[in-house]
């Protein structure tokens, strides 16, 4: 199965500031097929990004994924307040499906 | 809107088995395949399974694969995990969540709100 490994574990950042996160992968993606999740306490996981870069429906400018094969990157330009959660990624190239550890966001 | 409430979790013995559900609305169900991911008490997310939108085609996580069995009732709208032989590391939050294609798991563009299984005795 494809390990998909996040860093850093946590990112204390403050309000206004660039937050970018990493997930690596143990073998290569097909096709960018890489999508991240925002999970906020006692939430389910929300849907930011998929295909690598496109954002979902929904998803301000403001968080933007990009990579390619083993090496993704996910990028919040400006933390809001409501930014301060979870962020995981997820590849779908090859079956099983599965997740990053998790990157947490929080506040300096 | 699409909405999918999840339900069936509760406390099992360990051995016990358990049976989820996932009433979905707001989407033609059919056409999307469905999965369950579920999340440990404070750990990450984990894919358990996921299931075409016709049904012909099953997926499985290596650590349930034998254990459980994802199934669907398209005229119900609705998805189910039976789970069986239930060990202490199958607790978790468990998550129903709508695909974004009909084929096969993919990623998830909507998530219900979860159901507690917990495994003691």
């Known amino acids: 199965e494809i390990v998909l490994t996040q860093s850093p574990g946590t990112l204390s950042l403050a309000p206004g500031e660039r937050a970018t996160l990493s997930c690596r992968a143990s073998q290569s993606i097909s096709s960018s097929y890489l999508a991240w999740y925002q999970q906020k306490p006692g939430q389910a996981p929300r849907l930011l990004i998929y295909g690598a870069s496109s954002r979902a429906t929904g998803i301000p400018d403001r968080f933007s994924g990009s990579g390619s094969g083993t090496d993704f990157t996910f990028t919040i330009s400006r933390l809001e307040p409501e930014d301060f959660a979870v962020y995981y990624c997820q590849q779908y190239g090859r079956s099983p499906l599965t997740f990053g550890g998790g990157t947490k966001v929080e506040i300096k | 809107e699409v909405h999918l409430l999840e339900s069936g979790g509760g406390l099992v013995q360990p051995g016990g088995s358990l049976r989820l559900s996932c009433a979905a609305s707001g989407f033609a169900f059919r056409t999307y395949a469905m999965s369950w991911v579920r999340q440990a008490p404070g750990k990450g997310l984990e894919w358990v399974s996921g299931?075409?939108?016709?049904?012909?085609?099953?997926y499985y996580a290596d650590s349930v694969k034998g254990r459980f069995t994802v199934s669907r009732d398209n005229s119900k709208n609705t998805l189910y995990l039976q789970m069986n032989s239930l060990r202490a590391e199958d607790a978790a939050v468990y998550y129903c969540a709508k695909d974004h294609i009909a084929s096969r798991p993919y990623y998830f563009d909507y998530w219900g709100q979860g159901t507690l299984v917990t495994v003691s005795s």
């Open positions: 299931i075409s939108g016709s049904a012909d085609s099953t």
